[in-house]
């Protein structure tokens, strides 16, 4: 049984992570100081470590160093605050064979864990796996955060998942919501079942009977063959219905009726078919207004508005961003080849004073083409598209030639009602930009 040493002085998440460990197979020692660690490793023989970056008696750094230097190849995993990444990516370079950031999920502990000791070949006290710097694998799009907002959307997942009740995921573009909506599902009771995503707004209304419930060859022309709808695709399973405001009010009443009676009938069929299906809907747009002038039906709103969940911008997400810029980095440097560790002070420092008005899907982009323009270890500003440079100057420069600042920063704070990340939202700027204007003119 392999054997891993865990240094973390947080004794209840110690022995949390020792507990996991213990129940996937591995052996384990828990210690709570570098020096109790000092003393496990030169009494027992390890196959890897995981240790936090920071100590109450020592820096993870230069443990890690002590450490290959008594065993070289002995894998060394730092765990670290997502605020750390970019101090833990560089330890890469002093010989950790990767990092993972808290809070982590399971699936990534062991595919880092599996990573660290795929090259195995002998277990000896002084002769240990020869560790190799390997690429995280990607198990899961969905992303666990560490803000407010995100920790609110995984409580909510977490409590309707196992439901069967209708979902309306509600959120600007690109924030995520078929990642939301297929975390539901894996986490549901239909999870073995098909997860069938349709955009509606790319459906023509003239199809959308024929996409959604199926049709049979020669029931309209360009019908050469029999078709399965996305209905019958689905059954079992779950249907997501992307921007559903975007349906024709037609179509919305041939969608109502599907999810009252369970059935459906193809184009150009009398055999109707019962659909054991759960529905989960998106839209970024304000539906209760729709409803208010007329253009969506109230009866269809409440049928698939069982239960609500809002997709936060990433502006509301703003303690995540590392996190997220951090895993399309992995996400990147798989799909291009790449071997990038992460992204120098400058970026993060761009990265957090940019509003990010195409949220997560902006991001991936951006960090995705930053990774295949970058010719070294880090990502540097060189890389970074044009618009991040005339945001910033823009702003700097409408701020130090505004001379009603505070009065527009006080008008936004009323109009929202105090709601900080809102007034943001209005003025065009980070919240950790506003927090700091509020003490610059201190405004309480």
Known sequence: ML??????????????????LIKNNFEVRTTFSASEARLAIQNEAFNLVLTDLRLPDADGIDLLAEFKAIFPQLPVILMTGYSEVSTAVKAIKNGASD??????????????ITNALASETSVKETSKIAPKNKKKVITTEYVQGISAASKKLSE????VSPTDMSVLIIGESGTGK??????????????????????????????AASEFFGHLKGSFTGAISDKIGYFEAANGGTLFLDEIGNLSYENQIQLLRALQERKIKA?????????????ITATNEDLREAVKNGDFREDLYHRINEFSIHSPSLVEREEDLILFADYFLEKANQQLNKEVIG???????????YPWPGNLRELQNCVKRAT?????DFIESTVLPV?????????????????NEKEAIENALVKTKNNKSEAAKLLKITRKTLYNKLKLYNIH
């Open 99 to 112: 990092y993972i950031s808290k809070p982590f999920n399971p699936d990534e502990v062991l595919a880092v």
């Open 372 to 376: 295949l323009l970058t010719q070294g």
């Open 343 to 353: 992204f120098s002070k400058e970026v993060v420092n761009i990265f957090q004073n």
């Open 267 to 279: 184009v150009g069929s009398n055999k109707e078919i019962e659909v054991d299906i759960r529905i």
């Open 156 to 159: 909510h997942i977490k409590l």
């Open 3 to 20: 054997k891993i040493l865990i240094i973390e002085d947080d004794v209840s998440f110690g022995k949390l992570l020792e507990k996991f």
């Open 387 to 403: 618009e991040f440079f005339q945001q910033n100057e823009t702003k700097n420069t409408s701020f130090s030639l505004s001379e």
């Open 178 to 207: 078929e990642i939301i909506a297929q975390s539901i599902h894996r986490q549901s009771l239909r999870k073995e079942h098909n997860f069938i995503a349709v955009d509606c707004g790319a459906i023509p209304k003239e199809l």
